[in-house]
């Protein structure tokens, strides 16, 4: 089991990070050509320095005024964005996976950490999902495929969860959920230039065009 996971799976893995970023790459550049030809005023008060301000606040918890606004919210999103980036990178089953033990390194997430972060992952997820169903302000732009991708996130995280302690779940063995789990985080890898996953990308220009819209040509905060 684990030399095929090291072998034709890892390749698919490889295949899909690449090939979905050249995807993004290529839409970015047809992206910024259309903005470019679309929107002269921007570029032409384009400025760094209210671009960079911009992102960085809202890369800070509390950085803005509506995170401030929303302390519970803001908890939950930034608590699933932590964990959501850190695990997957300094896990010590995915470093393994890649590498061997010996050659891990010392950016290990402990297995007791990487426990209390699925639990904290979980929770942060659960309470985002009701909040779309619930909130006036964002149920009404939020659609089933919302939910669904929250679902298969979580689900990524909960297989990976019963693999490593090797638990059966529902009548299917660990090993086949391992598989499941491998096969969630590539679906998730292929679904990010087409669903709402791509703001992990899009994000920092989205947030240096407010910035710039608001501080160079407004003289306004964007947060």
Known sequence: ???????????????????????????????????????????DNWNWKWAFRSIIRWLI?????????????TLAYFSLHITLIAMPIFISSHIFFWKQPTQAGLWLISDRIADIMTIIFVASILFIAIRRAVAPEVRIVTTAGDYLLLALVAAMFLT????????????????????????????????????????????????????VEFGARRGAKAW
């Open 1 to 43: 089991m684990y030399e095929a996971l090291r072998g034709p799976l890892i390749l698919i893995h490889w295949v899909t990070f690449f090939g979905v970023s050249l995807f993004l790459i290529v839409r970015f550049v047809n992206l910024y050509r259309l903005s470019r030809a679309k929107d002269t005023v921007l570029y």
């Open 61 to 73: 918890p509390f950085g803005t005024q509506g995170m401030r606004n929303h302390p519970f919210v």
């Open 160 to 211: 990976g969860y019963v693999a490593y302690h090797r638990w059966v779940a529902f009548g299917i063995d660990y090993k086949n959920i391992l598989i499941l789990h491998i096969l969630l985080g590539e679906l998730l890898m292929i679904l990010i230039p087409f669903t709402k996953l791509g703001h992990m990308i899009l994000f920092f220009f989205t947030r240096a065009i407010i910035g």
